[in-house]
């Protein structure tokens, strides 16, 4: 049973696309969905980390309490949940931390080269989540 689906979120509307998806697999009521966004600030310039490692976290926060405001208007309930590090580690530690039934998150779609120089979260979580992982292009 799907009680608790956690959403990476990356501040895109790409990223929220698959919201209307979550909202069909929450069938009990009491289903939760965790709204996470990931902070990258290991991957900051030097000359601008001190200010953003600050600043990004808390435009984080400010920015799944949005998301999470728009979907308790339906009646979902949830949780946002901002981290900091690598989206990849921290999405998987998030979904064991709050025991997540399932991981659901929109994909770029990227192919070939792109794909590989980019790096892809989503290939990532399909290789190393012990969870099910919906991914919606």
Known sequence: MLERILVPLDGSELSEAVLPQVRRL??????????LQVAEVDYLPTYESSRLRTELPELAQQYVRRVARRL??????????VATGAAATEILAAAADHKASLIALSSHGRTGLSRWSMGSVAEKL???????VLAMR
């Open 26 to 35: 929450l069938l009990r009521k009491d289903a939760e969905v965790l709204l």
């Open 126 to 132: 399909f290789r190393a989540s012990p969870i099910p």
């Open 72 to 81: 308790e208007e339906e009646g979902v309930r949830t949780r946002p949940l």
